[in-house]
């Protein structure tokens, strides 16, 4: 009989592997795409000097301050020249977004700053939740309009949380360690973090914002006993298996636009290690309050849009 030990270890064990194998299989996708859509020179080049700033920016700022990638980017690409459509954006942020967190996972796995337990029990109403909206979205079942709107409300949402993400990470004082609480309140906030981890999917799965910043919430509240390291960690490598679950679900349905995603991360790659040296420079507190302002802004010139 497997017991829930054995489950966990065996998930312990093998996340870190199924996230490699997810990237790789990615990375093939990203070949055959480039082979069918008739990938040229010159429009790589176009595509490059038009977004490898974007990426450079992006990449940077998530580096130096540790927030907002998905949260930067998606807002940028439709609000910025030469305005990606709504669904273009999503996607194309998906996939960017996939390697930027693959590099801060396995920054934290090496530090040993992620309880397995908790990205299980999220990614049992996560990942499903986000790939299944996912589909649904590219497969155009969703108003273009009413993501955009709902893009606004969770980039507001999401700038609150930004201002307040220090004193989450703190959690709770004299929270009940697992080992307190009886067998009952363990099995029911099990069953609750996988209901709001469908919510938090949800959500992402429709806009590719909030995987870092709700997710979080969500641990902090339903686990305020996790130290301000584990919770980072395990945020991190949560958020990376929603949104390897999104990208699947967006390529299933062809709505990554491949040139676009390359001139991301030709900019997001080295801005990430700008911004970490960045961060060992000067302390990034005076820039969170002016990107909290930066989202909530683009919230409201989305949901006016």
């Known amino acids: 009989m497997v017991t829930r030990c054995d489950l966990g270890r065996l998930f312990r064990q093998h996340a870190g592997k199924a996230a490699i194998v997810s990237i790789v299989a990615l990375l093939l996708l990203f070949a055959a795409g480039m082979h069918a859509s008739g990938w040229s020179l010159g429009r790589s080049i176009h595509y490059a000097l038009e977004y490898t700033w974007i990426g450079l920016i992006v990449g940077t700022l998530v580096g130096w301050t540790s927030v907002g990638g998905g949260s930067l980017l998606t807002p940028l690409l439709i609000l910025v020249p030469p305005h990606m459509a709504t669904l273009g954006a999503v996607a194309t942020d998906f ?12 920054k934290h796995r090496q530090l040993g700053n992620i309880d397995h337990s908790v990205v299980l029990w999220l990614s049992l109403g996560s990942v499903p939740a986000t790939f299944i909206t996912s589909v649904l979205v590219g497969s155009k079942h969703s108003s273009s309009k009413v993501v955009v709107h709902i893009l606004g409300i969770v980039l507001i949402v999401s700038a609150a ?7 989450i ?17 363990i099995w029911l906030r099990r069953i609750v973090t996988a209901l709001l981890g469908a ?7 429709l806009t590719s914002v909030g995987s870092g910043a709700l997710i979080m919430l969500v641990i902090a509240f339903m686990y305020p006993a996790m130290s301000a390291q ?3 960690g395990t945020d991190i490598l ?21 040139n676009i995603v390359g001139a991301l991360l030709m900019g ?4 990430v290690l700008l911004g970490t040296w960045l961060s060992k420079k000067t302390h990034p507190r005076v820039l969170v309050p002016i990107l909290a302002l930066v989202l909530a802004f683009s919230g409201y010139l989305l949901i006016n849009k």
């Not at 996939?95 to 396995?106: D, P």
């Not at 959690?171 to 067998?183: C, H, I, N, T, V």
């Not at 919510?199 to 799965?205: C, E, F, I, K, W």
Request: charged letters at 15%; a positive charge.
């Open 268 to 271: 997001s790659l080295p801005g």
């Open 169 to 185: 990470e703190r959690g709770f004082k004299g929270a009940k360690e697992d080992r307190q609480l009886s067998s009952a309140s």
């Open 199 to 205: 919510g938090v999917g949800t959500l992402v799965g």
């Open 95 to 106: 996939l960017h977004s996939v390697a930027v967190k693959f590099v801060g996972w396995r």
């Open 238 to 258: 949560q958020s990376l298996l929603m949104l390897g679950a999104g990208s699947l679900g967006y390529l299933a349905t062809f709505s990554v636009q491949w």
């Open 230 to 232: 584990k919770l980072v």
């Open 161 to 167: 949380l930004f201002l307040i993400k220090p004193l």
